[in-house]
T-cell receptor
């Protein structure tokens, strides 16, 4: 069965520190998509990134970077030089091509609360 | 401003009340979703509407009744709820894409408290 695990419930760092949020997933499909969303205190989930299962290249976007490793079923997210505005809950999610194709539904992890202290 | 608008943002109701949550999107999306977010739990998918037809109902109790009158609007009708139904209810929309590539756009949620 498909599952997403975010083992880190809460992380607290001081501004300018680097921080990595872990995500491990389970799926039987060979074709799937992985996502990261950010949920600030205002409540709405904000899309950050989508990767498909055939593209293992790491991606960097400003201070954000993502490390996708199929061998360990992990899709980790690193924030470099963290800022107070990065404080939020971060969710990793999985969408399977076969099972979810008709509805494109997302299976979410429990989220990691990141607190960046000034 | 988010492309998905949810009202009300906060709702307090008694167990015998009937209320509705509303979701609206004008992004041209053809699928809409209700998720429930409870503390310490993954977001739970409740309902999926594709082209205004309900295509998934994840064993949600009948006290939750969804309605999708058109592609831009989605409602969640609530009646005789229980205190354990207190949660943040998130609406999302997306454009169905092959292979599960759909990126969902979420609203800010409706915080429901059942007394």
């Amino acid at each position: 069965a498909q599952k997403v695990t975010q083992a880190q419930t809460e992380i607290s760092v001081v501004e300018k520190e680097d921080v990595t949020l872990d995500c491990v997933y389970e799926t039987r499909d060979t074709t799937y998509y992985l996502f990261w969303y950010k949920q600030p205190p205002s409540g709405e989930l904000v899309f950050l990134i989508r990767r498909n299962s055939f593209d293992e290249q790491n991606e960097i976007s400003g201070r954000y970077s993502w490390n996708f490793q199929k061998s360990t079923s992990s899709f980790n997210f690193t924030i470099t030089a963290s800022q107070v505005v990065d404080s939020a809950v971060y969710f990793c999610a999985l969408s399977e091509a076969g099972y979810g194709g008709a509805t494109n539904k997302l299976i979410f992890g429990t989220g990691t609360l990141l607190a960046v202290q000034p | 401003e988010t492309g998905v608008t949810q009202t009300p943002r906060h709702l307090v109701m008694g167990m015998t009340n009937k209320k509705s949550l509303k979701c609206e999107q004008h992004l041209g999306h053809n699928a809409m979703y209700w998720y429930k977010q409870s503390a310490k739990k993954p977001l739970e998918l409740m309902f999926v509407y594709s082209l205004e037809e309900r295509v998934e109902n994840n064993s949600v109790p009948s006290r939750f009744s969804p309605e999708c009158p058109n592609s831009s609007h989605l409602f969640l009708h609530l009646h005789t709820l229980q205190p354990e139904d207190s949660a943040l209810y998130l609406c999302a929309s997306g454009r169905l894409a092959p292979g599960g590539a759909n990126v969902l756009t979420f609203g800010a949620g409706s915080r429901l408290t059942v007394l």
